[in-house]
């Protein structure tokens, strides 16, 4: 079964503080890609990250990192630094070229000023 | 560019009545995908397009929907005889040739069926 579950439904965290954003998928696929979509109240779905099953390095994107590990197929989303425009929910997703992609259900951040 | 833009923004409808949503993928991208979003949830696919084609249909949910795409560009989702279980934010995203595993949202439909 292709599944992409984000236990945390919701989380809070004090503006400059890091937060970690759990994910874990499942999959039979060899060759995918794993991405973290942030959606505001706006409902536009941005590209935060992305990430090559294949590649073994941790993607960076500024202030967004992830902590991948394959064998456990467990994806999640550290920001640093966090902002007050950071603040919307977050979806965990995989999927491969030519392709549909799997969401998880979303974890609403929230950031404290 | 450009960014995927769909229309209307939102939709209010009554039970029953047939319904056309638009999207407009970024230009030069050759795969279209829609999603639909519940209340609450993540999103669920429903179909995807390669060119004109849609070699994956398995995600919509009844025969009550379909969607086209012609000249390889807009595609129009249809729901006919919408059901208030059709309420939902309506995504189309679209991915070019070279970065095939990457997906560009638009902004959504929010349909609402009385």
Redesign the interface.
Known sequence: AQTVTQSQPEMSVQEAETVTLSCTYDTSESDYYLFWYKQPPSRQMILVIRQEAYKQQNATENRFSVNFQKAAKSFSLKISDSQLGDAAMYFCAHGRAFNKFYFGSGTKLNVKP | GAGVSQSPSNKVTEKGKDVELRCDPISGHT?L?W?RQSL??????LI?F?GNSA??KS?LPSDRFSAERTGGSVSTLTIQRTQQEDSA?Y?C?S?DLGN?????????T?LLVL
């Open positions: 795969a995908y999603y609450g949830q993540g999103l669920e696919f995807y390669q070699p994956d995600g934010v995504l995203a991915s095939q595993e990457t997906q560009y949202f638009g902004p959504g929010r």
